[in-house]
T-cell receptor, first 113, second 109 residues
Framework: DVKVTQSSRYLVKRTGEKVFLECVQD?????MFWYRQDPGLGLRLIYF???????EKGDIPEGYSVSREKKERFSLILESASTNQTSMYLC????????????FGPGTRLTVT | QKEVEQNSGPLSVPEGAIASLNCTYS??????FFWYRQYSGKSPELIMF????GDKEDGRFTAQLNKASQYVSLLIRDSQPSDSATYLC?????????FGTGTRLLVSP
């Protein structure tokens, strides 16, 4: 079974802090993704990566950056957290193309106060 | 027009009934279609995918695809209370999946 893990289930940060969200997958998947999920807005793609050190912007990249130094690990960085970044953050991975079936981690509920 | 349209629900069905979940999409280039189930407070889990027009059955689940009408549906036969969740439709887009906001299904005992 594919296993995608995320570093924290719940996180509370203050406005202006730099926030790191970590994601690790154990199935040698090429592609990894970061989404945020908000009520009424569904899942929105922030960034994805199709290879080590490669990244592509998704639909809402503003205020975020990512890092993929190793194939199994994909990090989401909030350079200066703001209250409108309070959300559920979900990491996913897929074997081949970005449009192939994706497997999700458990999510991180981030609250920025 | 949204890229993916789903009725937010809730769709309420009694235990044992057939639940029918519908999804329309705008990108005629979409080739594959995925259905995810998401329990409250949990992450989405893949339950089915379909590539070709017609029906695809997997246990109590049947996915139906009509590319000409840009319509995909998920039927759940013999619905169980444990099927109560939000169901997300996700057609493929360029380099990514495009998720609908989901339909909430409630199955009452």
């Amino acid at each position: 079974d594919v296993k995608v893990t995320q570093s924290s289930r719940y996180l509370v940060k203050r406005t202006g802090e730099k926030v790191f969200l970590e994601c690790v997958q154990d199935m040698d998947h090429e592609n990894m993704f970061w989404y945020r999920q908000d009520p009424g807005l569904g899942l929105r793609l922030i960034y994805f990566s199709y290879d080590v050190k490669m990244k592509e912007k998704g639909d809402i990249p503003e205020g975020y950056s990512v890092s993929r130094e190793k194939k199994e690990r994909f990090s989401l960085i909030l350079e200066s957290a703001s209250t409108n970044q309070t959300s559920m953050y979900l990491c996913a991975s897929s074997l081949w193309l970005a449009s192939y079936e994706q497997y999700f981690g458990p999510g991180t509920r981030l609250t920025v106060t | 027009q949204k890229e993916v349209e789903q009725n937010s629900g809730p769709l309420s069905v009694p235990e044992g009934a057939i639940a029918s979940l519908n999804c329309t999409y705008s990108d005629r280039g979409s080739q594959s279609f995925f259905w995810y189930r998401q329990y409250s407070g949990k992450s989405p889990e893949l339950i089915m995918f379909i590539y070709s027009n017609g029906d695809k059955e997997d246990g109590r689940f049947t996915a139906q695809l009509n590319k000409a009408s840009q319509y995909v549906s998920l039927l759940i036969r013999d619905s169980q209370p444990s099927d109560s969740a939000t169901y997300l439709c996700a057609p493929t887009g360029f380099q990514k999946l495009v998720f609908g906001t989901g339909t909430r299904l409630l199955v009452s005992p």
